[in-house]
C-alpha cells in the first residue's frame, strides 16, 4: 500500500512514520511537510537512511515532498499517487494559537479542505484525519465519548474542531471514506521543546528555570506516542468509515504541578526550579475522553504507563542534547522556552 502522510516532519508523525515502515515492510509512504518552526527532517535520519535515499532504489520505500497542504497543484500530484492519507499536518501549539491564530485557521482547516477535495477528486481509498481531545473543551469530571458536542476553547482547539466538522460533511455529502481520531496529550522522543513535558525536562536538565501556568492545578491524560502510533494504525486498518474514535489511556491522567515535581525528581532537580508564571488565557482544565469505543471495537490497550514512558522520554533528550539544543539555540520564538506568561 502506499500512503500519504502530512505532517511527517512534526513529533507525533516522524514516530507514525518510522514504526509503519518497521511494521509494513511492503508499504510506501510519501511525506508531505512544508517544514515550519516545528518540522525537522533530523526526526527522519534513520528513516532516511534505512528506506529513503540510503537504501538500495530498489527498496526505497520513503520519499519526502517539501510542500504545503495549502498548495492544490501538490497535493493533487501526490494524493493521485496514493491509496490512503494520514493526515498530522498542522499548526499544534495552542500558545502560539493565542497569540497569531491566522495560520491555524489557514493551514489546520484551509489546509484540511484542500487534502479532502483532492481525496474526493481521485477517489482515495481511506482518509485517516488526526484530531484532538481538545475540540471537546475542557470536563471538570468524567469523560466525553464521541458523540459529546464540541465546545472548543482556545483557537488551535477551534481550527481543529472546524476541520473535523468538514471532514465529516465530506464523509455525510461525498462518501468520502473517512475516519477521526480524537486523542489525548501524547509525549515521547522528538517532540518539540516548546511544549510542557519536553520544556521541563530540557530546562531541567539545563538547570533553568520551568515555567509552570496558574497554580499548575490543570490536569492532562498522557499516552507515549508508540501507544498513540498502534492506535492510529488499527484505527486506519480496522475501524469503521464514518466514525470518530477516541484515543486515552485515562490511567496517566495528572496534574501539571505533580508532573513537573515528578519531572524534577526524575532528574535529580530541586523543585524551586519550577517556577509559577501567569495562566494561558482560556487555559483548559482537564480533558477527559472515554476510548471504550477502540478498546472494545478494535481491541487495542495501551502498553506504556506514565512511568516507562517518562523514564524512556527522559532517556532519549539525555542521549539526543544536540537534537534539541539546535532547536533551543536557533528558534526566533525562544520566549516561549523562558515561559511566554511569565509575570
Ligand atoms: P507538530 O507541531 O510536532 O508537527 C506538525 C507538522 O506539520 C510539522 O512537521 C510541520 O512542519 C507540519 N506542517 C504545519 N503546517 C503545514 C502545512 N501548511 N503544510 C505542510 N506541513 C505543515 O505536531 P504534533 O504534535 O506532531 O501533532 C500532529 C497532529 O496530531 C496535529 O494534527 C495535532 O493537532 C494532532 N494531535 C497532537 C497531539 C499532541 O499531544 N502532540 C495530541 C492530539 C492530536
Ligand atoms: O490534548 C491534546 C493536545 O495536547 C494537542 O492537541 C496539542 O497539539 C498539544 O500541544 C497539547 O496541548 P496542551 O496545551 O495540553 O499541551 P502543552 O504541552 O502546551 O501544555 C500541557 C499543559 O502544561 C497545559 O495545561 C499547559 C501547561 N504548561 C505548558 C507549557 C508549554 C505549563 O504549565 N507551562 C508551559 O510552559
Not at 482515495?124 to 465546545?151: N, Q, R
Not at 471504550?292 to 532517556?315: Q, V
Request: aromatic share 12%; proline share 4%; net charge neutral.
Amino acid at each position: 500500500m502506499k500512503i500519504l502522510v502530512t505532517g511527517g516532519a512534526g513529533f507525533i508523525g516522524s514516530n507514525f512514520i518510522s514504526y509503519w515502515l518497521n511494521k509494513y515492510p511492503g508499504d510506501v509512504i510519501i511525506n508531505l511537510d512544508s517544514l515550519t518552526y516545528a518540522g525537522n527532517l533530523d526526526n527522519l535520519t534513520e528513516v532516511e537512511k534505512n528506506y529513503g535515499d540510503g537504501a538500495l532504489p530498489e527498496q526505497r520505500r520513503y520519499w519526502f515532498v517539501n510542500g504545503d497542504i495549502r498548495n492544490t497543484l501538490i497535493v493533487e500530484s501526490l494524493i493521485s499517487k496514493v491509496d490512503g492519507v494520514v493526515h498530522f499536518a498542522a499548526e499544534s501549539h495552542v500558545d502560539r494559537s493565542i497569540t497569531n491564530p491566522q495560520e491555524f485557521l489557514s493551514t489546520n482547516i484551509l489546509g484540511t479542505q484542500t487534502l479532502l477535495e483532492a481525496a474526493r477528486k481521485f477517489k482515495i481509498k481511506k482518509f485517516l484525519h488526526i484530531s484532538t481531545d481538545e475540540v471537546y473543551g475542557s470536563i471538570e469530571t468524567g469523560y466525553y465519548s464521541e458523540t459529546a458536542p464540541l465546545t472548543p476553547a482556545s483557537p488551535y482547539a477551534a481550527s481543529k474542531a472546524s476541520a473535523d466538522l468538514l471532514v465529516r460533511s465530506y464523509y455525510e455529502t461525498y462518501k468520502l471514506p473517512v475516519i477521526i481520531t480524537r486523542t489525548t496529550n501524547n509525549f515521547g522522543p522528538y517532540q518539540h521543546p516548546e511544549k510542557f513535558i519536553p520544556l521541563f525536562i530540557t530546562n531541567l536538565m539545563e538547570g533553568k528555570k520551568a515555567p509552570l501556568y496558574g497554580y499548575g492545578l490543570n490536569r492532562r491524560d498522557w499516552i507515549y506516542v508508540l501507544d498513540n502510533c498502534e492506535a492510529l494504525d488499527l484505527i486506519f486498518h480496522e475501524g469503521r468509515i464514518g466514525e470518530v474514535y477516541n484515543i486515552s489511556t485515562s490511567s496517566n491522567e495528572i496534574s501539571n504541578i505533580e508532573m513537573s515535581s515528578r519531572l524534577a525528581r526524575l532528574l535529580n532537580q530541586p523543585p524551586s526550579l519550577i517556577e509559577f508564571v501567569t495562566d494561558r488565557p482560556g487555559h483548559d482544565f482537564r480533558y477527559g475522553v472515554d476510548s471504550s469505543k477502540l478498546r472494545n471495537e478494535l481491541g487495542w490497550n495501551h502498553k506504556y504507563s506514565l512511568k516507562e514512558g517518562l523514564l524512556k522520554t527522559i532517556e532519549w533528550y539525555k542521549n539526543n542534547e544536540l537534537w534539541w539544543r539546535k532547536i533551543k539555540e536557533g528558534d526566533i520564538y525562544s520566549s516561549y522556552y523562558s515561559g511566554q506568561y511569565k509575570k
